[in-house]
Structure formats: structure tokens, C-alpha cells
Nanobody, 126 residues
């Protein structure tokens, strides 16, 4: 059974840090592109970051570039999203998702991702 489980969300003051985890079961993350998406109330789901399965290339939305870092631990079959210098506008439910390949469409488009986690809430507030 394919499953993705996110964890690590919470309440953090602006300027603080959080590390989200996306643990996979039923498949090997190394062979998939893993994306992080977020959705704030009343807004569309947006791509935050992605790590390619084929070559480990990393992609970031302009809004998080320089603040967020995506990484992968193959031994733990887990992908992480390190979030630093958090802002109130980073508040959202964060989801991880998997797709077999990035071929044919941008990493930031949600539709091609076949597997999704349940989401974890991140709230930036003082």
C-alpha cells in the first residue's frame, strides 16, 4: 500500500524554523519526484519545492527560495523540507506528493502527482 505521511508542522513565530518530514511506505522515494505543496485558506494549492528522483535536482518557488531547503534521506525513505526565516504568509497546510517523473510538465503543477499525504499545518504567528 502506497502511503505518504507528513509530520513536523506547528506554530512558529515569524523568523523561526520548522522541519517537515514526508515518510513514504509501499514504494521507494528515490525513484520518484517528491514535491511539497501548500494551501492557505481561500487560496489555490501552490508548489513550494520539489526534488527529482532521477538526478536529485531541487526546485523552489520564488517565494521560498533562499529560506527553504528540500532534502532526501534514502535510508529512511523520507524527504524533508527545512523551513527557515518563516513568515506569516507561509501559513498553510503543507502536503507532500509523489510522481514517477517530471517529464512533460512543471514540477509545480499538482495534477500529475499520483500520491498525496494528508497534510500538516504550519502557522506563522506572533
Amino acid at each position: 500500500q502506497v502511503q505518504l505521511v507528513e509530520s513536523g508542522g506547528g506554530l512558529v513565530q515569524p523568523g523561526g524554523s520548522l522541519r517537515l518530514s514526508c515518510a513514504a511506505s509501499g514504494f521507494t522515494l528515490d525513484y520518484y519526484a517528491i514535491g511539497w505543496f501548500r494551501q492557505a485558506p481561500g487560496k489555490e494549492r501552490e508548489g513550494v519545492s520539489c526534488i527529482s528522483g532521477s538526478d536529485g535536482r531541487r526546485y523552489y518557488a520564488d517565494s521560498v527560495k533562499g529560506r527553504f531547503t528540500i532534502s532526501r534521506d534514502s535510508a529512511k525513505n523520507t524527504v524533508y523540507l527545512q523551513m527557515n526565516s518563516l513568515k506569516t504568509e507561509d501559513t498553510a497546510v503543507y502536503y507532500c506528493a509523489a510522481r514517477r517523473s517530471l517529464y512533460g510538465s512543471s514540477w509545480s503543477i499538482a495534477t500529475p502527482y499520483a500520491y498525496w499525504g494528508q497534510g500538516t499545518q504550519v502557522t506563522g504567528s506572533s
